[in-house]
């Protein structure tokens, strides 16, 4: 069975970085859609960033400019590179995967998630 691994998060001061990584354990097959998403506190779950294998990139405004997705050479491992953090990226990070090329919200394999906290 294909499980997603978060791993990278952590307690950071406001304007820090933090480097977040997702692999598959078990057998390792190449998704086609791979992204992050977060939940805060209180708060529904919200997209952070998407990328194809081919590398095509989509992000939610309230990071761009300072958070970036991005996957390995194998395809197998997929990174978030969060930089300029803001307290209100205070949130349990998820990633998640799909064989559909085109990424959507109900990706079908879903990591347990990592916390990410930001202090003022």
């Known amino acids: 069975q294909v499980q997603l691994v978060e791993s990278g998060g952590g307690l950071v001061q406001a304007g820090g970085s933090l480097r977040l990584s997702c692999a598959p354990s078990g057998s390792v097959f190449r998704f086609n859609a791979m992204g992050w998403y977060r939940q805060a506190p209180g708060k529904q779950r919200e997209l952070v960033a998407t990328?194809?294998?081919?590398?095509?990139?989509n992000y939610a405004d309230s990071v761009k400019g300072r958070f970036t997705i991005s996957r390995d050479s194998a395809k197998i491992t997929w990174y978030l590179q969060m930089n300029s953090l803001k307290p209100d990226d205070t949130a349990v990070y998820y990633c998640?995967?799909?064989?559909?090329?085109?990424?959507?919200?109900?990706?079908?394999?879903w990591g347990k998630g990592t916390l990410v906290t930001v202090s003022s």
């Open positions: 998640a995967a799909d064989y559909r090329p085109v990424p959507r919200d109900d990706m079908p394999y």
């Open positions: 990328i194809t294998s081919g590398g095509r990139t």
